[in-house]
C-alpha cells in the first residue's frame, strides 16, 4: 500500500509557473505508475498526464508541451511541472498510483488507480 500527498499548489497569474509535488509513504514511487488528475465543478474529474513505470509520459492535448511529469526516486517523489497556466487550468489537482501495466487507452480511467491522495488547489488568475 502507498499513501500520497500533493503539495505546492497556490494562487498564479496567467502565464505563471507551479510546481506540484506527490510525495509516497509506504512503498517506493518507481514499482507504480503516477497519474496526474484534476476536478473543477464544472468538468469534473479530468484526466492530465500519467509517468508509467518506465519513465514514459503521456499528456492529453490540453496541457502538452506546458506540463510535465518527472519523477525523483531518491525523494520518492513525483513532479507536476505547469507552465504557461492559463485560467482554466484552475482546478484541484490529484496525483494518483496504478501498480499494473495498462494499455494507453485506459490511462485516462480514474477506476484503474489504486491509490490517490487528498489534492491541491490551483487557481490561476487572469
Known amino acids: 500500500q502507498v499513501q500520497l500527498v500533493e503539495s505546492g499548489g497556490g494562487l498564479v497569474q496567467a502565464g505563471g509557473s507551479l510546481r506540484l509535488s506527490c510525495a509516497a509513504s509506504g512503498r517506493t514511487l518507481d514499482t507504480y505508475a503516477i497519474g496526474w488528475f484534476r476536478r473543477t465543478p464544472g468538468k469534473g474529474r479530468e484526466f492530465v498526464g500519467r509517468?508509467?513505470?518506465?519513465?514514459?509520459?503521456y499528456y492529453v492535448d490540453s496541457v502538452k508541451g506546458r506540463f510535465t511529469i518527472s519523477r525523483d526516486n531518491a525523494k520518492n517523489t513525483v513532479y507536476l511541472q505547469m507552465n504557461s497556466l492559463k485560467p482554466e487550468d484552475t482546478a484541484v489537482y490529484y496525483c494518483?498510483?496504478?501498480?499494473?501495466?495498462?494499455?494507453?487507452?485506459?490511462?485516462?480511467?480514474?477506476?484503474?488507480?489504486?491509490?490517490w491522495g487528498q489534492g491541491t488547489q490551483v487557481t490561476v488568475s487572469s
Open positions: 494518483a498510483a496504478d501498480g499494473h501495466y495498462r494499455l494507453g487507452s485506459s490511462y485516462p480511467d480514474p477506476t484503474k488507480y489504486d491509490y
Open positions: 509517468l508509467s513505470r518506465n519513465g514514459l509520459t
